[in-house]
């Protein structure tokens, strides 16, 4: 079956979770509270490999909306990406590294997720106009390493992935070309 067909039957929402994990009335209603902000997609397979008896299984951790999602407290944008980007989808915070947010999409995702606030819902913040980006990079010299990321980079079609390394790839400043991805774990 092809990957992309799999993450369309991925779960979503909290009715889905009812039997699994005993979800019901004001627990039920909470999740789905958490879920409006922050939304749930997790791969049916990674679901399976849940021990939906031990509360703190790891697995069940990073993947099922947990109450404390609503602890609001602290700060949203952890590591300061709204300061250091420079076009939508361009963040430039370290001298020699230039980070291209190619998607807002993940095949899971991941309750823990700094870009949470992003995932699965805001393109605002990802590059829908890489060549822009493109010379972004090309002008500041002092890049040698680009991260692909999103999201998840390998969620982008073969041709976007293919056209992200050509026009990178043919920059003679770069060393590194690298691909932030979770999708080949979950």
């Given amino acids: 079956m092809d990957w992309r067909e799999i993450l369309k039957t991925n779960v979503t929402h909290a009715g889905e979770l009812e039997d699994i994990m005993h979800l019901h009335g004001e627990h039920k209603q909470e999740v789905e509270r958490i879920l409006e902000r922050f939304p749930m997609s997790v791969p049916r397979y990674y679901l399976s490999l849940i021990d939906w008896n031990n509360p703190k299984d790891p697995i069940r951790r990073m993947c099922i909306p947990s109450l404390e999602e609503n602890d609001m407290t602290g700060k949203f944008d952890t590591s300061g990406e709204a300061e250091n980007t420079r076009l939508p989808g361009l963040q430039h915070k370290y001298g020699e ?19 949470k606030r992003l995932v699965g819902i805001s393109e605002e ?25 999103g999201g998840d980079a390998l969620l982008n079609s073969n041709e976007a992935l293919e056209h992200f390394l050509d026009v990178l790839s043919s920059m003679e400043q770069l060393d590194f070309l690298r691909i932030g991805t979770r999708t080949p774990v979950t």
């Avoid at 590294?97 to 807002?104: C, D, V």
């Fill in 97 to 115: 590294t230039a980070l291209i947010l190619s998607t807002h999409r993940c095949a899971m995702y991941c309750r823990h997720c700094f870009r």
């Fill in 125 to 149: 913040e990802t590059a829908d106009n890489f060549e822009k980006a493109a010379d972004y990079i090309r002008e500041h010299k002092e890049i040698s390493n680009v991260l692909i990321s």
